[in-house]
């Protein structure tokens, strides 16, 4: 069992004991009101260790929000009920990993499986490399765990998707798949709809910039 997670802004994962046991968790998000949260938790007296730039950890902060609960799947509710924003993570504990997607489900999330084996990605071209195949797409809100008895659902998705698209024009690695639509295949869709808007140029190529490029 593992996590990992490659964040631009909190140092991560984060470990912390709690009255729900040992676990570690990473997410993946912008939270907006992350001042006002963890200014209510410190007039209660929990203590933030991890800082990030000067400011609270992101990461920290949804953790101790998450243990506000009566167990991991009402913690993680409690959590979606108190950001604004968007979170989604994973979490391993004893019980397993617990992957959970962010309600407007702006970050994609899938699973995939080979043999006895499981795994999370955001980004699907993680997975044929490792000879993983893609069981589902995660819907917005679902909370899952995995562990040696395979994968349960613990709360349907009942989010409405506002998938970030800028996943599929700049920021998302050109071999992936989000809801099912290719990276590349969109970047070169786009390029032939700009393309046909240019009726002054003759048109040769069209690929996508800068990473996709390669393509």
Known sequence: KGIGVISALDEQPIYLNSKLGPFCIVINGHIENVDELAGKLLKRGISFSEVTKGLVNQTE??????VEGRDF?????????AIEGSCSLLLLNKDGIYAARDRFGY????IGSKQDAWAVTSETAAFPNNGYKIVKD??????????????AT??????????????????????STYEGV?????RERSGRLLAKHDKDIEVDVVSGVPDSGVG
Request: charged letters at 20%.
């Open 107 to 110: 970050t994609p999330l899938v």
């Open 73 to 81: 799947i009402d913690g993680i509710e409690k959590m979606f009920d």
């Open 61 to 66: 902060l949804v953790a101790k929000l998450i």
């Open 154 to 175: 613990k709360k349907a998705g009942d989010g409405v998707s506002q998938i970030c698209t800028f996943l599929w024009i700049y920021t998302g690695f050109p071999a």
């Open 138 to 151: 995660m819907k917005p809100g679902e909370v899952v765990l995995i562990n040696e008895k395979g994968m």
């Open 182 to 186: 290719n990276t590349e295949i969109v």
